[in-house]
């Protein structure tokens, strides 16, 4: 295949992919999820490659915290966990809701725990990780709730019909 051919792969019924390219960056589509039928907004999610050299074994993560509206959340206390070791890293979001964990060993299976005073505690799993790669995550959802009316029993999720 020549430089300036393409290939469109059709996504499986129900997924809609819209991507915004730019030279820097390296895009890998993984449609493989046992969880398209969640009751959560599923965030986009792409790589980008890391600088060669010294990362080559490690990987980084990064993304945007954004409420139901897709506004960012500023300041959202965002912790990565393993199942071995439990926390691993914290950080806080930033302007325009994003964060980051760079230089990420492979191999753990990690989670996305993030938090927020106003917002239902919000939680991102099976997060994936490729060696020199920068794995984004934007559009990490949380719902809004009032100051102390944060019972998780009560929250309202969209429902998503899988049939």
């Not at 986009?44 to 060669?52: A, C, G, V």
């Not at 005073?117 to 709730?145: I, M, N």
Request: charged content about 20%.
């Amino acid at each position: 295949m020549g430089p300036a051919e393409s290939v469109t792969i059709p996504p499986p019924p129900g997924l809609s992919v819209e991507l915004d390219i730019h030279e820097d960056v390296t895009l890998l589509l993984p449609i493989e999820s046992d969880d398209l039928c969640s009751q959560t907004p599923i965030p986009s999610h792409y790589f980008r490659l890391l600088d060669s050299g010294e990362r080559k074994n490690l990987a980084g993560l990064s993304g945007t915290v954004v409420n139901e509206h897709g506004d960012p959340v500023d300041g959202a206390d965002v912790t990565l966990f393993t199942p071995a070791v439990g926390r691993v890293a914290a950080t806080r979001s930033r302007r325009g809701g994003s964060f980051s964990f760079p230089q990420l060993k492979l191999g753990n299976n990690y989670w996305l725990q993030i938090t927020k005073d106003g917002y239902f505690a919000g939680e991102l799993g099976h997060l994936k990780l490729l060696s020199g790669y920068e794995s984004l995550y934007q559009g990490v959802q949380l719902q809004a709730c009032q100051p102390g009316h944060c019972d998780p029993s009560v929250r309202e999720l969209p429902v998503i019909r899988c049939e």
